[in-house]
């Protein structure tokens, strides 16, 4: 089982996290006590420095692809993470600690929209908006706000996971509140690898995606229009595109007039 990794995580990764049974995606949280990690068994896993699991839970009933922390304004010991899953969904989940103690997470919000697997999420650098990409050729453009009511019928959602055939994790009560959509973004052709914002405040309203298509796409978030596209030879994987826009962000800098690709 751990040979599996060699394809899907550098050296380090492989040493360091080497508990994992199955392929997994090493989270951008490192807070001065903990590792967090997310797997192909649905599980997100907490480690110390000492490469000690110090806490699991189950968030989603299929392989978990990535996970992203949601910047915001709070404690220092509270944190919002977001998830996509195999599951067809993206999840917000608050995580909290205390001492030397990690609280179990609470599931906040699902987010609702795909029809096939969910191949990333990513955060805006306020926070206040997420990217998910899918199988299904959809990006979908996400507010973080938590909701106090559901914003998608039971109805329908028991009736996709009936077609779907998706494994409930817990309880309906136990459940987050389902979350639609803001916006949606169509221009890709086939399924769509990863999407994310720029990281720069002077491209905060632009996003960037790559896909099976070929393409690496830039997008006008504000109003949700595919603004340029570059055609290649090969699909793009999630990495080329991270690379892409560092180097994008990288020009930024150097010239602020410079807004896309």
């Known amino acids: ?25 090493l989270g951008d949280i490192f807070t001065k006590r903990y590792f967090l990690t ?68 609470k599931p906040l919000c699902s987010l609702l929209l795909h029809t096939a697997p969910v191949s990333s999420v990513s955060s805006s650098i306020s926070g206040s908006h997420l990217l998910t990409s899918s199988w299904d050729g959809l ?3 996400w507010d973080t706000v938590v909701l106090l009511q559901d914003e998608i019928s039971l109805d329908l959602v028991e009736a996709n996971d009936r077609e779907k ?20 973004l169509k221009s890709h052709t086939a399924r769509v690898s990863k999407a994310i914002f720029g990281n720069h405040p002077s491209n905060a309203k632009t996003a960037y995606s790559c896909g099976f298509d070929s393409t690496v796409r830039t997008w006008d978030v504000e109003n949700s229009v595919c603004a340029a596209t570059i055609v290649w030879g090969a699909s793009f994987t999630w990495s080329f595109l991270t690379l892409i826009c ?9 010239n602020p007039c410079l807004t896309s690709l």
């Open 38 to 105: 997310a797997a192909y068994d649905g599980h997100v896993r907490f480690l110390d420095h000492s490469r000690n699991v110090v806490k699991s839970a189950l968030l989603h009933s299929a392989p978990i692809t990535t996970v992203c922390i949601v910047p915001e304004v709070n404690s220092p010991d509270t944190h919002t993470i977001a998830t996509s899953s195999h599951d067809l969904t993206a999840q917000l989940t608050r995580i909290s600690f205390s001492a030397d103690t990690v609280h179990s997470p």
């Open 165 to 184: 055939k998706r494994r409930k994790v817990s309880g309906e009560s136990d459940q987050p509140k389902r979350k639609a959509p803001i916006s949606i």
């Open 139 to 141: 990006i979908g453009l």
């Open 246 to 254: 560092a180097f994008v962000n990288r020009m930024q800098q150097k």
């Open 1 to 25: 089982m751990i040979g599996c990794h060699r394809y899907l995580v550098n050296p380090l990764r492989k040493c360091l996290f080497y508990f994992h049974l199955s392929p997994f995606d």
